[in-house]
C-alpha cells in the first residue's frame, strides 16, 4: 500500500483540501471546497493526478463557452437565416420547389457562419418589421441579390415578378 500524504490546505486546480473525509481501505477521501464555494469531497488519486479540477462547474463553463457562438438564436434574424438555408437544402422544406429545386443557394459565405449573415444583414439596413429578398428572383441569396423589404412590397414584387414562394 502506497504512503498515505496528508493533502489538508493543499491546492488542486479550483478545489482546496478542507480535511480528510474517509478511506474505503485502498483510497484516501478529502473534504474540498471549489472556488465556486460548492464543497465536495474527492478521492486523492484523482487529485494528485490532476483529474478532477472542480466540483464540476469548471466543466459547465467549458462546455457552456465553446457552445456559445452568437447569443443569437432566439432572434428573429437568426430565424430568417436558419429558414433561407432550410429551403434552399432540404427537400422536404414546404415550398422547396421555388428555391432549392429551382437550383437557387445561399452562398457559402453566409450558409456557413452566422455571422457574416448577421454582419452583412445590420449594414444593409434590417430590423424586425423588413424581410429578406433576392432582387433577382432567379438569383442566389448572396449580399449582391438581397435587400430588405416590408411585407407590402415583398407581396407586391411577387405578384409583379409572377412568382409564388
Known amino acids: 500500500m ?3 500524504i496528508d493533502l489538508t490546505g493543499r491546492r488542486f486546480s479550483r478545489l482546496v483540501v478542507i480535511s480528510k473525509a474517509y478511506s474505503d481501505g ?5 473534504n474540498c471546497k471549489c472556488d465556486c464555494g460548492k464543497e465536495i469531497i474527492v478521492c486523492g488519486d484523482l487529485l494528485k493526478r490532476n483529474l478532477t479540477k ?3 462547474c469548471f466543466n459547465s463553463e467549458t462546455v457552456r463557452t465553446r457552445n456559445h457562438k452568437h447569443g443569437d438564436s432566439r432572434t428573429r434574424l437568426y430565424h ?4 433561407m438555408i432550410y429551403r434552399c437544402k432540404n427537400p422536404n422544406a414546404t415550398g422547396f420547389e421555388h428555391w432549392g429545386g429551382k437550383g437557387i443557394s445561399v452562398c457559402s459565405k453566409w450558409r456557413n457562419n452566422y455571422e457574416n449573415f448577421r454582419d452583412w444583414a445590420m449594414v444593409n439596413g434590417y430590423s424586425d418589421d423588413l ?3 433576392r432582387i433577382n428572383p432567379n438569383g ?3 449580399s449582391l441579390n438581397c435587400q430588405w423589404i416590408t411585407k407590402l412590397e415583398n407581396i407586391k414584387k411577387m405578384w409583379a415578378d409572377k412568382r409564388v414562394m
Request: a neutral charge; hydrophobic letters at 25%.
Open 2 to 4: 502506497s504512503r498515505k
Open 26 to 30: 485502498k483510497h484516501l477521501y478529502w
Open 54 to 56: 472542480s466540483c464540476g
Open 80 to 83: 430568417i437565416w436558419q429558414q
Open 131 to 133: 424581410e429578406i429578398d
Open 140 to 142: 442566389n441569396y448572396e
